[in-house]
């Protein structure tokens, strides 16, 4: 089984730090995703990348980076984390046509 | 652009009750269809998926057929139990099979 790893499960961030998640997977997939996950609206697409050094622009990607210099690690990046950015991230991996796995979340709240 | 609706919640219901939480979609070409499940505290996880028109997925005793008539994926469990209380989540890929677009979510709370 793929286990994708997010090496925080709580995090607390004042406005304005930079803010890095970090998100490693143990299969060797090749696309690695990262989303947001808000109530009422669902879980919505902020970045992926498709291979190393390679990445796309999710629906909500304002305010946001990503960093992908090895296959198993893609880094979120908040360049100066804003109070609407509290919410829980939640890291994916995947290849071809096969299921998404997750990893268990990052709960962000910036004070 | 490609989109999922689902029925929103929250769906309380009582042990051993037929479930049923509706999902439709919007896309332009032939996505594949998934249902996840996230329990409290948890990453989401693959409940069952379809790939094409008419199949069935089926896991864990729910089950959900890929209508593209109505353009649905409607999640049915016949007795639910106090476990599957969780976030349900209806998802589509699109046609170059990665990033999935997904519902709302809906919370099921089942009570004994």
């Known amino acids: 089984d793929v286990k994708v790893t997010q090496s925080s499960r709580y995090l607390v961030k004042r406005t304005g730090e930079k803010v890095f998640l970090e998100c490693v997977q143990d299969?060797?997939?090749?696309?690695m995703f990262w989303y947001r996950q808000d109530p009422g609206l669902g879980l919505r697409l902020i970045y992926f990348?498709?291979?190393?050094?390679?990445?796309e622009k999710g629906d909500i990607p304002e305010g946001y980076s990503v960093s992908r210099e090895k296959k198993e690690r893609f880094s979120l990046i908040l360049e100066s984390a804003s109070t609407n950015q509290t919410s829980m991230y939640l890291c994916?991996?995947?290849?071809?046509?096969?299921?998404?796995?997750f990893g268990n979340g990052t709960r962000l709240t910036v004070t | 652009g490609d989109s999922v609706t689902q029925m929103e919640g929250p769906v309380t219901l009582s042990e051993e009750a037929f479930l049923t939480i509706n999902c439709t979609y919007t896309?332009?070409?032939?996505?594949?269809l998934f249902w996840y499940v996230q329990y409290p505290g948890e990453g989401l996880q693959l409940l069952l998926k379809a790939t094409k028109a008419d199949d069935k997925g089926s896991n864990k005793g729910f089950e959900a057929t890929y209508r593209k008539e109505t353009t649905s994926f409607h999640l049915e469990k016949g007795s639910v139990q106090v476990s599957d209380s969780a976030v349900y989540f209806c998802?589509?890929?699109?046609?170059?099979?990665?990033?999935?677009?997904f519902g709302k979510g809906t919370t099921l709370s089942v009570s004994s």
């Open positions: 299969m060797d997939h090749e696309n």
């Open positions: 896309a332009t070409g032939y996505p594949s």
């Open positions: 998802a589509l890929s699109d046609q170059a099979g990665t990033a999935l677009i």
């Open positions: 990348s498709y291979d190393v050094k390679m990445k």
């Open positions: 994916a991996a995947g290849q071809g046509n096969s299921p998404l796995h």
